[in-house]
Nanobody, 118 residues
Framework: QVQLVESGGGSVQHGGSLGLSCAASGRISSINAMGWYRQAPGKQRELVATITSGGSRNVADSVKGRFTISSIRGNAKNTVYLQMNSLKPEDTAVYYC??????????WGQGTQVTVSS
């Protein structure tokens, strides 16, 4: 099986910064892409940012210029990072790590809370 273990998150004031990391482990053939999604109370889960194995990034307009996604692949290390700067109260949500694994489908982390106070 595949596990995605997230770390980071927490509470910060408006304008602050936080970092999230997610490590994928288990039976992994190769990873097509990893990324982050978020879900605020009463809202649907939405894409934040993804990065492919080739390094192509897809970043939501709402966080462009403030959030940066990066990853480390290979040598049994499959980790994706999300650096979040200039945080706003509307960034408050549960953030989920996701991985698209070749031949195995999509996997999700357990989620980590990010709370931004005004």
């Amino acid at each position: 099986q595949v596990q995605l273990v997230e770390s980071g998150g927490g509470s910060v004031q408006h304008g602050g910064s936080l970092g999230l990391s997610c490590a994928a482990s288990g039976r992994i053939s190769s990873i097509n892409a990893m990324g982050w999604y978020r879900q605020a109370p009463g809202k649907q889960r939405e894409l934040v940012a993804t990065i492919t194995s080739g390094g192509s990034r897809n970043v939501a307009d709402s966080v462009k210029g403030r959030f940066t996604i990066s990853s480390i692949r290979g040598n049994a290390k499959n980790t994706v990072y999300l650096q979040m700067n200039s945080l706003k109260p509307e960034d408050t949500a549960v953030y989920y790590c996701a991985a698209d694994i070749k031949g195995q489908g999509n996997y999700w982390g357990q989620g980590t809370q990010v709370t931004v106070s005004s």
